[in-house]
């Protein structure tokens, strides 16, 4: 299916909130009216929105009621909703996609401004650090953001990936209320199990960075049986189903305050956000890195964002990149 680009005041962005925020039937007269519109243009838009699944009941004198409105990242209700990183930014939603980090690279490398979105229902080549596979079933959350960090040298590059992690928690949090954890670099963790994946990949030239491509995949209400065995979904520890919509919104935002917080303030506050969010510290781990495997205990993270481990011999050792595994003896 192509996807779908937001159109900068499509007016059913309006009439969806409208339909949302009413206490009842909304008089066909009055809609039309607000959104400077023919009653046949409306009919028209409320028609398209019936088509995507809304279900939106119609009666003579009364008006019109929303009953059901699913739970689509649809342009509509995601774009208008967006903080604003850059003025060329874009949304671009598809019901399924290979992945969505593949377009928006693409479109990275067209020149798509800091902020560019893409999302979609389903992905059939998601993926993982180091091409490992991302099962991204439909129920998931999966979106790719474009991020042009001018201010920061490549060296740094790894701390744009823990400011995705502080941003991921804090925003689930606003949205659902669940508190999750993280997992040194790039996961995140509910109740000891893995329930989203952060893949930064950056397009480099030189010792800058050119573009971010931020990559973030989250178990919302994808049923428990279609997940991997060590998985689990925010839906299975919150008892129900929750918005897909209202979780992008938020993470989002979240995105957006820390990443001007890493700009202005530099890397503490999210080395300070780790501290706080990691279950790993104290902990008997190993780190496997491409030619050895080096055992001891999470320690914490340092002003970098490398992973410090400490020896049974006491030394601090420090990594910027491997994969840690906890030791259970
Ligand atoms: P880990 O350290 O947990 O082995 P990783 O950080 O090296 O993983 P990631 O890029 O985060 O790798 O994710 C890929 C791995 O995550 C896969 O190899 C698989 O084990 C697991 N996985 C794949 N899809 C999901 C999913 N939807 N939910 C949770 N885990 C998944």
Redesign the pocket.
């Known amino acids: 299916m192509p996807p779908e680009s937001a159109q900068s005041g499509d007016p059913k962005a309006v009439l969806v909130e409208k339909l949302k925020l009413a206490q009842g039937f909304l008089s066909g007269t009055k809609l039309s009216q607000e959104l400077g519109m023919s009653r046949q243009t409306l009919r028209t838009h409320l028609a398209a929105l019936r088509n995507k699944g809304y279900r939106i009941r119609a009666v003579p004198r009364r008006g019109y009621l929303l009953e059901y409105a699913p739970d689509k990242l649809y342009p509509w209700e995601i774009a208008p909703f967006l903080p604003r990183f850059s003025a060329t930014q874009q949304y671009h939603y598809s019901e399924d996609t290979d992945s969505t980090q593949n377009t928006l690279i693409a479109l990275g490398i067209a020149g798509a401004g800091e902020g560019t979105l893409v999302a979609a229902e389903e992905q059939t080549k998601?993926?993982?650090?180091?091409g490992?596979?991302?099962?991204?079933?439909h129920g998931?959350l999966y979106f790719s953001l474009l991020l042009r960090p001018d201010f920061l040298p490549l060296a740094r590059a790894s701390q744009l990936s823990l400011m995705l992690g502080c941003a991921c928690i804090r925003g689930i949090r606003t949205a659902t209320g669940i508190q999750c954890e993280s997992?040194w670099?790039?996961?995140l963790f509910l109740s000891g199990?893995?329930?989203?994946?952060?893949?930064s990949e950056a397009a480099a030239e030189a010792d800058s960075i050119q573009f971010l491509a931020a990559g973030i995949?989250l178990?919302v209400n994808?049923p428990h049986r279609e997940?991997?065995r060590?998985?689990?979904s925010l839906a299975k520890e919150y008892g129900r189903d929750c918005s897909r919509s209202r979780l992008l919104r938020h993470i989002i935002r979240e995105i957006h305050a820390w990443y001007s917080i890493l700009r202005t303030d530099g890397f503490e506050p999210i080395r300070a956000c780790w501290e706080e969010h990691c279950f790993l510290w104290g902990t008997r781990v190993k780190i496997t890195l491409p030619h050895t495997v080096r055992e001891g205990t999470a320690h914490g993270i340092d002003k970098q964002g490398f992973f410090l481990l400490r020896t049974d011999q006491g030394l601090i050792e420090s990594y910027s990149a491997g994969?840690?595994?906890s030791v259970r003896y």
Do not use: M, Q, Y
Request: charge should be positive; glycine fraction near 18%.
């Open positions: 998601g993926r993982g650090r180091l490992r596979t991302w099962l991204s079933r998931g997992k670099p790039n996961d199990k893995k329930v989203g994946g952060i893949l995949g178990n994808i997940l991997p060590e998985a689990t994969d840690i595994t």
